[in-house]
């Protein structure tokens, strides 16, 4: 902690002197949905340093709540209580560089997680270690960014970033996982004026990953469920099911990325990007010679196209995003004896799941005096088609979401007030499933239920709140948020969240 | 820089293809079984399924296979790729019409588990003759 609040303190520093005549704009513009990150993607370092009304720190404690009734991705728990701390600083350096730094502590408690005993399941499923018994799991994450962006001469333009996680989740009762997790990224861009108006710009980035996972049972009436460890489809590796030699895992992931972004000088123009991202995983038996015995590669390519047009009165402007996700899981022939022979593993790619999705977004803002009205309509597409060679399991789900966002921010001398509600429908048809005859019988009923819930018609409702007060050169905020899901019969998740803090 | 996002594209292309797409996950066992102090083959081996201690099992997904008939000492059948313990115990018919109770032990624990990670495999099976 004394860590953190020192790096915290140097990362502020320099935002304390930055010049405060514009803060009451800022923060009113930054409340309009034009204005909203999700409109220009920033693919690249470089595009800090076009973001005008970004700049400032901003620093805030938060809490979240969630509660989820008849949960069914319980990978990630039925409830979550929440605390939360972020700082972030983005300052213009005269006109020809910009910087931005970010801190961020969170500390809380995921309740009821199930069938998860690994952390970051989106980013390691399948290959996860899981139980049947789960219960609440005590979380404590350290993040940090900072990036740099600069020219040079008159064309040509340079960036710099890094960030790193550290995330340790924990129970203590039984089954008691403790995971350490320590996540780093980095970055180097580089970019140059085409025509009058727009920047090109390339971004290559390198990701190094380490989660250390330990499953302990200590109850002196002995393990209440055994750790299975996942393959994916309801299908697992028998071999190493079990409460004592196996359940210490190491996960060891690298990747890089390379991006490319065209962006306009300012608020208004085209911006278009592209992205690529190649990321690997091994799992390995930690006490077990470190043999390793699954490998996932995901392989994500994202494009998108946008338009902004910003005028006096009427504003509008709209995004087109594609991506693609594969994720590809090999799974070793691991040899009877863990202590010889590891350097001769055949690896089976069994795993197959294709995930592209599309959607489009448009904003359309009228502005008349200190009152500013938008609406954002939405449309959106995806799908996951999951597949296990040889076992012939499969599950192919869609959904086609539709829906609309009106938001309304006021200016009324020193107070900025925004509301926000959001409506989203998702259509959800029949797919596909067929899940291995081998499988466990209570690991079958569970995908199906996870099955049952992706074919279920979703609705979704949000509400965002903001309301600031000007004190001259500092603004205090308060941001609420609550966000509801409704499925099937009796399907339901609430989510609030409430941010405090002070911008500068 | 036009190269650089040329690169960017043939990697975004790299995204659909998928790594060892074409892989035989699979392979073609053929089992020849020699009943020990016997000059030929049996013309018949079955295999006694109602044991627990019969089984053709992948030892890391401990999935089981059912043992073929063997006909004339040879059965095939097609297995994940992987190590398996083998073991049963059987009636084998010879070719004069004695019956004979047969055991096969070779592979009957993980440490003395087959590799089977080729495409085609061949395992010669010694049986010993109970009764």
């Known amino acids: 902690?004394?860590?953190?609040?020192?790096?915290?303190?140097?990362?502020?520093?320099?935002?304390?002197?930055?010049?405060?005549?514009?803060?009451?704009?800022?923060?009113?513009?930054?409340?309009?949905?034009?204005?909203?990150?999700?409109?220009?993607?920033?693919?690249?370092?470089?595009?800090?340093?076009?973001?005008?009304?970004?700049?400032?720190?901003?620093?805030?404690?938060?809490?979240?709540?969630?509660?989820?009734?008849?949960?069914?991705?319980?990978?990630?728990?039925?409830?979550?209580?929440?605390?939360?701390?972020?700082?972030?600083?983005?300052?213009?350096?005269?006109?020809?560089?910009?910087?931005?730094?970010?801190?961020?502590?969170?500390?809380?408690?995921?309740?009821?997680?199930?069938?998860?005993?690994?952390?970051?399941?989106?980013?390691?499923?399948?290959?996860?270690?899981?139980?049947?018994?789960?219960?609440?799991?005590?979380?404590?994450?350290?993040?940090?960014?900072?990036?740099?962006?600069?020219?040079?001469?008159s064309d040509w333009k340079y960036g710099l970033s890094g960030s790193y996680r550290a995330l340790h989740e924990y129970r203590q009762t039984d089954p008691r996982p403790r995971n350490i997790t320590s996540d780093l990224s980095v970055g180097a861009s580089a970019g140059r004026q085409v025509g009058s108006g727009h920047v090109l710009s390339i971004q290559a980035g390198y990701r190094r990953y380490h989660q250390l996972q330990a499953v302990a049972f200590m109850s002196p009436r002995g393990a209440n469920t055994a750790e299975f460890h996942m393959t994916g489809l309801a299908s697992d590796y028998g071999r190493f099911t079990g409460t004592g030699d196996f359940t210490n895992l190491r996960y060891r992931g690298s990747g890089f990325s390379l991006a490319a972004l065209l962006q306009p000088h300012g608020l208004n123009g085209l911006s278009a990007g592209i992205s690529y991202k190649s990321f690997k995983t091994v799992r390995h038996l930690a006490n077990q010679n470190e043999v390793p015995y699954t490998e996932l590669l995901s392989q994500n390519a994202d494009a998108f196209a946008s338009f902004r047009h910003k005028g006096e009165t009427f504003s509008y402007g709209a995004i087109l995003k594609l991506a693609y996700e594969l994720r590809l899981g090999s799974e070793a022939v691991v040899p009877a004896i863990l202590s010889s022979g590891i350097d001769d593993i055949p690896w089976l790619t069994r795993y197959r799941n294709r995930m592209p999705s599309a959607s489009l977004r448009g904003v359309l803002q009228w502005q008349n005096g200190g009152s500013t009205w938008a609406l954002e309509p939405y449309a959106g597409a995806e799908m996951s088609a999951a597949l296990?060679?040889?076992?012939?399991?499969?599950?192919?789900?869609?959904?086609?979401?539709?829906?609309?966002?009106?938001?309304?921010?006021?200016?009324?001398?020193?107070?900025?007030?925004?509301?926000?509600?959001?409506?989203?429908?998702?259509?959800?048809?029949?797919?596909?499933?067929?899940?291995?005859?081998?499988?466990?019988?209570?690991?079958?009923?569970?995908?199906?239920?996870?099955?049952?819930?992706?074919?279920?018609?979703?609705?979704?409702?949000?509400?965002?709140a903001f309301v600031s007060w000007s004190l001259g050169n500092l603004s205090v905020f308060m941001r609420p948020e609550l966000n509801l899901r409704m499925w099937g019969d009796d399907g339901r998740a609430a989510a609030a969240r409430i941010d405090i803090g002070i911008e500068f | 820089?036009?190269?650089?996002?040329?690169?960017?594209?043939?990697?975004?292309?790299?995204?659909?293809?998928?790594?060892?797409?074409?892989?035989?996950?699979?392979?073609?066992?053929?089992?020849?079984?020699?009943?020990?102090?016997?000059?030929?083959?049996?013309?018949?081996?079955?295999?006694?399924?109602?044991?627990?201690?019969?089984?053709?099992?992948?030892?890391?997904?401990?999935?089981?296979?059912?043992?073929p008939a063997f006909s004339n000492g040879t059965a095939q059948l097609q297995v994940l790729k992987g190590l398996y313990?083998?073991?049963?115990?059987?009636?084998?018919?010879?070719?004069?019409?004695?019956?004979?109770?047969?055991?096969?032990?070779?592979?009957?624990?993980?440490?003395?588990?087959?590799?089977?990670?080729?495409?085609?495999?061949?395992?010669?099976?010694?049986?010993?003759?109970?009764?």
């Open chain 1, 1 to 153: 902690m004394k860590k953190f609040l020192t790096i915290l303190a140097v990362m502020l520093a320099p935002a304390l002197s930055y010049g405060q005549d514009s803060l009451a704009l800022r923060v009113a513009e930054r409340q309009k949905p034009l204005m909203a990150r999700e409109f220009s993607p920033q693919y690249t370092d470089i595009s800090i340093l076009y973001t005008p009304w970004l700049t400032g720190t901003t620093v805030q404690a938060g809490y979240n709540w969630a509660k989820e009734k008849n949960a069914v991705m319980t990978q990630n728990g039925d409830g979550l209580s929440l605390g939360e701390f972020r700082a972030s600083s983005l300052k213009k350096l005269g006109d020809r560089a910009a910087a931005e730094g970010g801190v961020s502590y969170q500390r809380g408690v995921k309740r009821n997680v199930l069938w998860n005993s690994t952390s970051d399941f989106e980013l390691l499923y399948p290959y996860i270690m899981a139980d049947t018994v789960g219960g609440n799991l005590q979380k404590e994450q350290y993040a940090f960014y900072g990036r740099y962006a600069a020219g040079i001469g």
């Open chain 1, 388 to 464: 296990r060679k040889v076992d012939e399991g499969k599950m192919t789900v869609y959904g086609y979401t539709g829906g609309c966002s009106a938001s309304y921010v006021a200016v009324r001398g020193r107070l900025t007030a925004s509301i926000r509600l959001t409506g989203l429908y998702t259509f959800r048809p029949e797919g596909k499933v067929l899940l291995p005859a081998s499988a466990e019988p209570f690991m079958f009923s569970r995908y199906i239920d996870i099955y049952s819930f992706f074919t279920e018609n979703l609705v979704q409702g949000g509400l965002q």
């Open chain 2, 1 to 67: 820089m036009r190269r650089l996002f040329i690169i960017l594209v043939f990697a975004l292309l790299a995204t659909g293809c998928e790594k060892n797409s074409g892989q035989n996950l699979e392979c073609l066992v053929t089992l020849n079984a020699v009943v020990q102090g016997q000059s030929s083959a049996p013309v018949s081996i079955v295999a006694d399924r109602t044991l627990s201690g019969t089984m053709f099992r992948n030892i890391n997904t401990l999935d089981n296979y059912n043992i």
């Open chain 2, 85 to 131: 313990m083998i073991t049963f115990d059987a009636d084998a018919v010879f070719a004069d019409g004695t019956e004979h109770r047969v055991r096969a032990a070779q592979y009957n624990s993980p440490e003395k588990s087959v590799r089977l990670v080729d495409d085609n495999c061949t395992v010669t099976l010694y049986l010993t003759v109970l009764q």
